[in-house]
């Protein structure tokens, strides 16, 4: 990726001797950038920090450390992030401002002192263009797997390379939940522009995902647009000529999202909950994450069960226009449900199967509008349990 | 129960042969009813028939099943209440619009025709004035042990009694959830009185619970007054007369919604969450419940983990007025925060030891305003995951 040069290494915030924990991301002069955070009203000190650079649109360091949350660690926590971004900013001869951070993990833990200070000269050693999959081992806490993308794509007919990295599993859900993704782009677009395009494909992929509900204090989205492409300029998000790019962009965002969900705790399946016929499109996702959230759908699909009752429980808890006469359930691909019962020839068979896979695949058509929307999460399990009542211990 | 005889008896709805699954409760004539029902936009064919039939006000016989939910049943669904209202109608000589119903169980599945209508003269046999175990019993699904509990109280000098068994277990949420209450008093109130009455007491019992944040589509509280005991005539819910009789009512819906949660699919903790300092009452409510209903905070108790970062979190995506340094959180009475961040002499030791008890108290204090509110939950433990993973086969 052209104007971007990468680095995960150990900083010892993890309890794991040697583990890696601290990414950073080197940004070209002049790089852009733009940025979608939690909407917890408990944010962590990084997020505070974020969105008060966000607005001067620059960036030229990224610093995520992994094992530490650095949330509701009151004063000390800010007095963190502000050394952590003076000991960069020293470090690349760049102002405060344009040192961009998050952390993850443990909540209400102080981060021991200039720790991550301490380790920035190493991490800068060790920058390089293609260290992507320490970088994305560096942000991991529960996950199983390193996530990464990467899309090429063109404005105006130059081409363009999208990149990302990801992290989360547990305390997902709309919103941006505990999970950091950090994009890259050779573009040339300005802040606005970008921040407009980011917040769109955001909204289409990390604030369409859920697997337990639970939002975070530290859900930070960043993207990063080195200018290094040389395609003519572009000064408006709705730009036709942007039209790949975004389209790209939101593809990217997708496929983090999904390799989230992927790893969610203890998750054995990947369910994808399309709702069509609603009166909104912001209605079908609240009726989608109903589904999505409902621990009862959540675990007959962990047991394998087409237990299809519970999706109606599900949208009629959701609190959105519904008729029960004209709702339609579908699960892979079948048809079960028509005027509020089941369809007179319904077979169990082909849905029993179908529950058996690994990507279940849930239609709910509403027949009341034209809003639609999609969502993805994955099944309940024993695993999530055991993962979450034993994190600390 | 002056005016009241109870029966529970086996109409064979249940997959197990001669289980319990018809309770039967014959009123004294001129009964006052009042009720209060699942907020879900799929209501069940029973909810929707009370709904039709309570601004009567009177009733004479309550016909509830378990075993079938009669939920998402089409037009066969209202054709089986129906049914079963002449049934009793011609069997009690009441008109139909006295006989409520209610029926729990698997959704989406017809009630065989008739089986009820049948059941019903057996269970006229069997009405006594002190069958309240075997009514209990017979409006269990998946719950471990029956629940019932009673008060005697007061209106105007005049002694007043108050009974009723309750049943739920999983798809537990506030707006009554799955979960069934019938209360009875010889109370001499007319139905509007009564329902003020009982909506004030539902909302700070039954709708103040949550197992898992899933509200069924059959969820009903009914409260029917015989008219028996001699007190002195109230015409309204407010009248100060009344303030032993409404305590009484509340504390009743209280023990019956704590026996639910204590219940609870899996559950091996019973957990009392006290928000206070929020800016409004409904303020208090909604955080209490993000935190009940939080799978990660439910996880850290069954885990006997001390884990309050996820209290913060929970507060945190409640979407409600909050301030991070403001925010004073107490496990087992024991402080914890102060300032957005740990007192400073934190000693994790008598937490823990709170945690390994069966009963938990949580206690938020946003620090912000007046609005509080209690609501009661449970862990969430592998025992639900096995329960819910294998519910129908």
């Not at 939002?215 to 730009?239: C, F, K, M, N, Y």
């Not at 087409?306 to 808890?317: D, L, Q, T, Y």
């Not at 609190?319 to 028509?338: H, K, Q």
């Amino acid at each position: 990726m052209p104007g971007v040069r990468v680095a995960g290494v150990a900083a010892g915030l993890k309890p794991k001797p040697g583990a890696k924990d601290l990414f950073v991301a080197e940004l070209a002069e002049g790089s852009c950038m733009a940025g979608v955070f939690t909407r917890s009203r408990c944010p962590s000190a990084p997020v505070d920090w974020c969105r008060r650079i966000l607005p001067n649109g620059r960036g030229r360091v990224i610093v995520v450390n992994a094992g530490n949350a650095n949330a509701f660690t009151g004063t000390a926590g800010d007095r963190t992030v502000e050394a952590t971004a003076q000991a960069a900013a020293a470090l690349f001869g760049c102002p405060v401002e344009e040192v961009y951070q998050a952390s993850t993990g443990v909540i209400g833990v102080p981060v021991p002192p200039d720790r991550i200070g301490r380790a920035l000269p190493a991490a800068i050693s060790a920058l390089c263009a293609d260290a992507w999959r320490e970088a994305a081992d560096a942000i991991r806490t529960t996950d199983t797997f390193p996530k990464a993308a990467s899309r090429v794509t063109e404005i105006d007919g130059t081409p363009v390379t999208l990149s990302g990295i990801a992290k989360g599993s547990g305390m997902i859900a709309p919103d941006m939940a505990t999970m950091l993704a950090f994009a890259f782009t050779d573009a040339a677009l300005p802040p606005a522009v970008l921040q407009r395009c980011l917040t769109r494909a955001a909204d289409r992929s990390f604030n369409a995902i859920t697997v337990d509900s639970d939002t975070s204090t530290s859900d930070t989205v960043l993207l990063a647009a080195t200018g290094q492409a040389r395609h003519t300029p572009i000064g408006e998000a709705d730009d036709g000529r942007l039209r790949a790019f975004r389209s790209a962009l939101e593809d990217l965002c997708q496929d983090l999202a999904q390799q989230i969900v992927r790893d969610g705790e203890g998750a054995r399946k990947f369910v994808t909950i399309s709702v069509t016929g609603a009166r909104s499109a912001v209605s079908a996702r609240r009726i989608g994450l109903a589904i999505a959230n409902s621990p009862l759908v959540k675990t007959a699909i962990a047991g394998e069960d087409a237990n299809w009752g519970r999706i109606v429980m599900a949208v009629g808890k959701a609190g959105e226009p519904a008729d029960r006469d004209r709702l339609s359930i579908t699960v892979g691909g079948v048809r079960i449900t028509r005027s509020g019962q089941p369809v007179a020839d319904y077979d169990e068979t082909p849905v029993a199967a179908h529950m058996k896979g690994s990507e279940i695949d849930i239609a709910v058509d509403l027949g009341i509008g034209r809003g639609r929307a999609t969502v993805w999460t994955c099944d309940l399990t024993h695993g999530y349990i055991s993962i979450n009542a034993d994190y600390r211990s």
